[in-house]
């Protein structure tokens, strides 16, 4: 068996062994139990039978689980997961685990993708037990939205999780991690809502940059992509929806709100675990 092959067995069995001990945990549970009952709930409550902009039944259930995720899935990846690596280290765990023949590529990317599958899966599962019931209850079931806001929360808990990944490599404690992910969470948050640039534009600054710089804000991107796809004018975002709509069109921006994402969180997980493989982190 080749070098390769060796490290792809190692980080399987890691990435097992990783998401068989998330899924014996309490919290995993709790978290699962969170968003199907959320989902309940929304039924329960006739969400499906209220209507908005035009949206009715499951369509107006699945922005409204958009809109809840948004608030509930950034804060809890990124505090849930960077405690990850700095976490092992101050345990004693890393140190044990790379005693053994486990190398540091193998052991970074299989916490990052179970991770992944143990944030991700119970938000997907709760999504897509909606659209059943939804079928049971005979209502009209959104395929095409369902499967575009199922890429859009996995691209926010891809991007979330590298840059957690990233602050766990890189921070020397968990308070400090935990710390540095609390304030860019409410770094992000804080210029969220593009119509707050108003105040920008007082400055005498050309809407154009100020509106793409907005747009850089990954959360600014989550909140516009689920809008466009459930109000293709834009209707609540005001003037600003003309110049989103005219200078990049309904597709491309789709496209952009699924790659910006994936390619920002993606240079923040390859930067942590360059930083996890070249400095002593034990």
Same mark, same amino acid.
């Given at each position: 068996m080749n070098t390769r092959a060796k490290k792809r067995n190692t980080l399987i069995q890691i990435l097992?062994?990783?998401?068989?001990?998330? =899924?014996?945990?309490?919290?995993?549970? %709790?978290?699962?139990?969170?968003?199907?009952? #959320?989902?309940?709930? @929304?039924?329960? +409550?006739?969400? +499906?039978?209220?209507?908005?902009?035009?949206?009715?039944? &499951? /369509?107006?259930? @699945? %922005?409204? *689980?958009?809109?809840?995720? @948004?608030? %509930?899935?950034?804060?809890y990846v990124l505090i849930s997961t960077?405690?990850?690596? =700095?976490?092992?280290?101050?345990?004693?765990?890393?140190?044990?685990? $790379?005693?053994?023949?486990?190398?540091? /590529?193998?052991?970074?990317?299989?916490?990052? *993708?179970?991770?992944? *599958?143990? %944030?991700?899966?119970?938000?997907? $599962?709760?999504?897509?037990?909606?659209?059943?019931?939804?079928?049971?209850?005979?209502?009209?079931?959104?395929?095409?939205? #369902?499967? &575009?806001? /199922?890429?859009?929360?996995? =691209? @926010?808990?891809? #991007? *979330?999780?590298?840059?957690?990944?990233?602050?766990?490599?890189?921070?020397k404690s968990q308070e400090m991690a935990v710390s540095t992910a609390f304030i860019i969470w409410l770094f992000l948050v804080a210029f969220m809502d593009i119509l707050l640039i108003g105040i920008l534009l007082k400055w005498r600054v050309s809407p154009e940059p100020v509106i793409w710089t907005a747009l850089l804000n990954p959360l600014q991107v989550f909140r516009t992509g689920s809008l466009i796809l459930f109000d293709p004018k834009l209707t609540v975002l005001g003037p600003v929806s003309y110049y989103i709509l005219d200078t990049v069109g309904r597709p491309a921006f789709i496209a952009y709100s699924l790659i910006y994402p994936v390619v920002t969180g993606g240079l923040f997980a390859w930067l942590g675990h360059r930083y996890f493989k070249n400095h002593d982190v034990v």
């Open positions: 097992k062994t990783d998401i068989r001990q998330h =899924v014996r945990s309490k919290s995993f549970w %709790i978290y699962s139990a969170l968003f199907a009952g #959320f989902v309940a709930v @929304m039924f329960a +409550t006739g969400i +499906t039978e209220s209507q908005v902009v035009g949206f009715v039944g &499951l /369509s107006r259930l @699945m %922005i409204t *689980f958009m809109q809840v995720s @948004m608030v %509930i899935l950034p804060i960077v405690r990850s690596l =700095v976490g092992d280290r101050e345990n004693g765990v890393l140190e044990y685990l $790379l005693s053994l023949p486990v190398s540091f /590529s193998s052991y970074y990317w299989a916490k990052f *993708f179970s991770r992944f *599958f143990v %944030i991700y899966v119970p938000v997907f $599962l709760a999504f897509l037990g909606a659209a059943l019931w939804g079928l049971v209850k005979k209502l009209d079931v959104p395929w095409d939205l #369902f499967v &575009l806001y /199922s890429a859009l929360l996995a =691209v @926010m808990v891809f #991007f *979330f999780l590298g840059l957690s990944m990233y602050l766990s490599a890189v921070s």
